[in-house]
């Protein structure tokens, strides 16, 4: 069984203050509301977004002054740089947002902005790109 939290009433602020203890795990351990009832974990796409900024931060931090296999570093001009991870966040919660009631569309939605932003013109990478008259990839 599905239990949702806006039908808890009192109860649901009790639940909701222990997700934001990070106490998820905890509630379901508990089993306060029986073994038949789950309590789901829901993250906001806000919060998605700026946890996948913070680690591709964290990767740069990490790769900082090393090069890589091509002998560039992970950011500088023209890679990752702060400007992209920004648009990166960007599309991945309009890729989550736009495709609320269909995984499959968020999958590729969100595998498109990998693909388009590692496409170069010797190795075009635009399928998984949207097509039509709305698309942002300039290459359709
Ligand atoms: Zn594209």
Redesign the pocket.
């Known amino acids: 069984m599905v239990l949702f939290l806006p039908f808890l009433g009192k109860q649901a602020k009790s639940l909701i203050m222990l997700y934001k203890c990070k106490n998820h795990a905890r509630v379901e351990e508990l089993k306060s509301y029986g073994d038949e009832v789950s309590v789901l974990k829901e993250d906001c796409v806000g919060h998605v977004q700026k946890r996948m900024g913070r680690r591709l931060r964290d990767l740069k931090n990490v790769y900082k002054g090393r090069n890589l296999d091509d002998g560039l570093t992970l950011g500088g001009r023209d890679r990752l740089m702060d400007k992209r991870i920004d648009l990166f966040q960007k599309y991945y919660g309009k890729a989550i947002r736009s495709n609320k009631n269909d995984k499959e569309g968020m999958k590729t939605a969100i595998w498109s902005i990998l693909y ?1 932003s590692a ?1 170069s013109n010797d190795n075009p990478q ?1 399928d998984y ?1 949207p097509e039509g008259e709305t698309s942002w ?1 300039g ?2």
């Open positions: 388009h496409s635009h790109c990839c290459w359709q």
